[in-house]
């Protein structure tokens, strides 16, 4: 009978932290009570951690146990808790030594047969246990390889609770695997594929440069999907802190590879058009999870037929574009996800879709203008750069030119995101997220002659004042993309047609 401890981590979206997982072994009718805001999962691990162990060849303690997760005051989700109740019963009821564990987190969830199963979380929570000064991390095997992307921690490994106990006992060692090679990604879409469509070929490079939000209008089979497909291919590579940043997003998810690699490619995300709010934002019941626009940071939101989305989902978008991360508030406080993402959406000009475009369609005027307004203006405002696709004729399709492919491309984008980091410093990495304030500076400031095209439309009330800012940054990436140190008023006009859909 006695107490004894054991840490673990508890997730709050991305951030972790290191929780006290105490267990007390006291006289009376055998019981266990977990405290310190458990969720459902972690209240039912009593029946799950007792058949474990008993299965694992050890005793589990015929006594009154209280089991309390510290601090209190914060909620603790998911069976990741599991392992390390078990050692702390074991080692307060059962005498189990636990020295070897006095600087290491656990995690794990277990199975009934005693084996120690994979858990969501694991990057951000040995990412976490390291920056709070732990040096050893104890986690499932299937985990390993993800754990192992955080560097300066020891990660061991096990796939059973009876290989801990083994190991606390010195009579076994825990796993340490030798590192799984990296497979070969996928080559990504590459737009030598689309043909005949210079102006969407220019809008995607544009978009790249300086991560601007895109709308692609346009009949069946203009190339707005394609298009839209290749934009992660002339995007750069993710640097150190952003693949960090995306592939612990997607381990909370429960969607990384197996083989848990850092994602160094920029990530897409297409979710159908009957997601659900949750499903696009985040949220659901307990541990709110991220949606799919955290999925997408650092990366690519793709919404094809996007004005057969619901008008609230679509609203449910317009304040993570604006900050760059989603807000998940529920009655025990607030999860916050990043949600850096670009937005791009295609869409239909009218239901009636015919391949020939307008000259095919049968839609009445209203019909179209009911439709197009499913796309709320204020969401609208948010998008820099919005275009109108004609059909593809057939002599594009017959052509023997070829098409500058998405490496050439990509080339150029990556000159661009340069000249915009080296002018923004600390302030941006690229002109679609420097701070407005920024672009009023002296240092930034463009003359009133260049800002001639955006006043007057401004004058007109064709042009919010978001609009205004939005179309500033795009004349800087029209610039830095032709390698020229400031905008002029080509620039400016041309950033004012494509967002107003009427680039010739």
């Given amino acids: ?85 078990a050692i702390a019963v074991l080692a307060a009821g059962a005498d189990l030594p636990i020295a ?77 695997p030798d590192p799984e090679p990296r497979p070969m990604e996928a080559a990504a879409l590459d737009l030598a594929d689309v043909l005949g469509q210079e102006r969407g070929r220019r809008v995607i490079e544009l978009a790249a440069a300086g991560r601007h939000h895109v709308a692609m209008f346009g009949p069946p089979g203009a190339g707005k999907t394609m298009l839209a497909a290749r934009l992660p291919g002339v995007l750069p590579p993710l640097d150190d802190k952003e693949s960090i940043e995306v592939t612990a997003l997607h381990s909370i998810a429960g969607n990384l590879a197996p083989d848990g690699t850092l994602i160094r490619r920029a990530p897409i995300q297409a979710p159908h058009h009957t997601a659900s709010v949750t499903a696009l934002v985040g ?30 989902v679509l609203d ?54 009911r439709y197009q307004a499913r796309l709320s203006g204020p969401l609208m405002d948010r998008v820099d750069l919005q275009v109108d696709l004609d059909p593809v004729r057939s002599a594009a399709l017959l052509t023997t030119e070829t098409v500058e492919p998405s490496s050439v491309i990509a080339e150029r984008v990556l000159d661009a995101r340069e000249a915009a980091g080296a002018r923004w410093g600390k302030h941006a990495n690229s002109n679609g997220e420097v701070p407005a304030s920024l672009l009023r500076d002296n240092r930034f400031r463009l003359s009133r002659h260049v800002l001639h095209p955006l006043t007057i439309e401004m004058d007109r009330g064709r042009l919010s004042a978001r609009g205004f800012e939005r179309s500033i940054r795009v004349a800087w990436t029209i610039a830095d993309l032709e390698g020229r140190t400031q905008p002029d008023v080509a620039h400016v006009r041309e950033a004012l047609e494509l967002r107003s859909r009427t680039v010739q």
């Fill in 316 to 369: 449910a978008l317009r304040q993570p574009l604006e900050e760059g991360k989603v807000r998940l508030r529920r009655s025990y406080g607030e999860t916050v996800y990043p949600a850096r993402a670009q937005l791009v959406m295609a869409a239909n000009p009218c239901p009636c879709a015919r391949p020939g475009g307008r000259q095919m369609c049968h839609c009445p005027s209203i019909v179209r203008r």
């Fill in 100 to 176: 070897r564990l006095g600087n290491a987190v656990v995690l794990g969830e277990l199975g009934l047969d005693g084996t120690v199963r994979p858990v969501r979380g694991v990057l951000p929570a040995v990412l976490a246990a390291s920056r709070a000064g732990y040096g050893f991390a104890l986690v499932p095997l299937e985990n390993v390889n993800e754990a192992r992307l955080v560097t300066d921690i020891d990660v061991r490994a096990t796939d059973s609770l009876g290989r801990i106990i083994g190991y606390l006992y010195e009579t076994q060692d825990l796993l340490d």
């Fill in 1 to 85: 009978m006695g107490y004894a401890k054991v840490r673990s981590v508890a997730l709050h979206g991305v951030a972790g932290e290191v929780i006290v997982v105490e267990a007390d072994v006291a006289p009376g009718l055998p019981s266990l009570v977990v405290s310190g805001l458990p969720d459902a999962a972690l209240s039912e691990a009593r029946d799950r951690v007792r058949a474990a162990v008993h299965n694992s060849g050890a005793h589990w303690p015929q006594a009154r146990i209280t089991v309390n997760l510290r601090p209190a005051h914060v909620r603790k989700h998911g069976s990741g808790f599991d392992t390390a109740v």
């Fill in 283 to 312: 949220g659901g019941p307990g541990f709110a999870r991220p949606g799919a626009i955290s999925l997408a940071h650092h990366g690519v939101l793709f919404l094809d037929e996007c004005a057969e989305f619901s008008a609230g």
